[in-house]
Nanobody, 123 residues
């Protein structure tokens, strides 16, 4: 069983930056899996934010977030990180870490989810 644990959420002001991290644990190696982030705002469906392939050389982002968010991973530490800059109130959501096998960097089929971490951006 794979466990994903997010950290780094919190309350920030508009324009601030925040870094989310996700630590993965299991008896398996994580180097062959794509990982990424989704978010769900109050009253809205969960949406794709960013994804990264197993080697870290290919990434994908939601079109509306390109240029502000950056995803990276460290396979030696089994972690994936989301750097969020120039945050806006509309970025307020619960952010979920995801692991997908064979789905590409947009993680069209997620095999494992974290429990989520809340990001609140005040205006």
């Amino acid at each position: 069983q794979v466990q994903l644990v997010e950290s780094g959420g919190g309350l920030v002001q508009a324009g601030d930056s925040l870094r989310l991290s996700c630590a993965a644990s299991s008896g398996r190696t994580f180097s062959s899996y794509a990982m990424g982030w989704f978010r769900q705002a109050p009253g809205k469906e969960r949406e794709f934010v960013a994804g990264i392939n197993w080697s870290g050389d290919t990434t994908g982002y939601a079109d509306s977030l390109k240029g502000r968010f950056r995803i990276s991973r460290d396979n030696a530490k089994n972690t994936v990180t989301l750097q969020m800059n120039s945050l806006k109130p509309e970025d307020t959501a619960v952010y979920y870490c995801a692991l997908a096998y064979g789905s590409g960097v947009r993680l069209t089929t997620v095999n494992y989810w974290g429990k989520g971490t809340l990001v609140t951006v005040s205006s």
